[in-house]
T-cell receptor, first 115, second 113 residues
Framework: AQKVTQAQTEISVVEKEDVTLDCVYE???????LFWYKQPPSGELVFLIR??????QNEISGRYSWNFQKSTSSFNFTITASQVVDSAVYFC????????????FGAGTTVTVRA | DVKVTQSSRYLVKRTGEKVFLECVQD?????MFWYRQDPGLGLRLIYF???????EKGDIPEGYSVSREKKERFSLILESASTNQTSMYLC????????????FGPGTRLLVL
């Protein structure tokens, strides 16, 4: 069984603040993949990042950064200096190697950035 | 560029109607997926297909069927729509291998009255 928990339902920040989204996962697989997607108000899920379980290096892409810690089964996402365009629902997802293409999604965190 | 399209952005249907949702991808992906998204529940997999004419049930297949006659097209069918099928439906596709990223279409918001 695999499971993803995004404990934060909604986060509201003022522009230029940093915001961190938590993602905790459970899987019995030793090989697995973690993903983050962004869903703006238009509805389309936009792929942000994929990480495999053997690569614990943190990653930075512009204002986005990800912190992967296997010891705590967490894959957290930080937006630095948030902007109004970052307002969206963000989903964390997990695919265990034994799970035949199946992605398990967290419930999502709604981020609202106020001007 | 990755492209997944869905036939409608919004649909309104009546209870008991047969509903077809179409999804097309132009990336030559082997895998295609149908999800439904409901507030607080995230995305739940309805069906997926790993090849033409092949299909596998996901977590919530009841009340749905699918069809994949061509590699690029994957249809979701609601044989007799019910109000509890009012939801956002998302199609995705990916290459055939473990860990490959799924790319999503824009979604179809279905309202069943």
């Amino acid at each position: 069984a695999q499971k993803v928990t995004q404990a934060q339902t909604e986060i509201s920040v003022v522009e230029k603040e940093d915001v961190t989204l938590d993602c905790v996962y459970e899987t019995r697989d030793t090989t697995y993949y973690l993903f983050w997607y962004k869903q703006p108000p238009s509805g389309e899920l936009v792929f942000l990042i994929r990480r495999n379980s053997f690569d614990e290096q943190n990653e930075i892409s512009g204002r986005y950064s990800w912190n992967f810690q296997k010891s705590t089964s967490s894959f957290n996402f930080t937006i630095t200096a948030s902007q109004v365009v970052d307002s969206a629902v963000y989903f964390c997802a997990l695919r265990g190697f034994s799970n035949d293409y199946k992605l398990s999604f967290g419930a999502g965190t709604t981020v609202t950035v106020r001007a | 560029d990755v492209k997944v399209t869905q036939s409608s952005r919004y649909l309104v249907k009546r209870t008991g109607e047969k509903v077809f949702l179409e999804c097309v991808q132009d990336m030559d992906h082997e895998n295609m997926f149908w999800y439904r998204q409901d507030p607080g529940l995230g995305l739940r997999l309805i069906y997926f297909s790993y090849d033409v004419k092949m299909k596998e049930k996901g977590d919530i297949p009841e009340g749905y069927s699918v069809s994949r006659e061509k590699k690029e097209r994957f249809s979701l069918i609601l044989e007799s729509a019910s109000t509890n099928q009012t939801s956002m439906y998302l199609c995705a596709s990916s290459f055939y291998s473990g860990g490959e990223t799924q790319y999503f279409g824009p979604g179809t918001r279905l309202l069943v009255l």
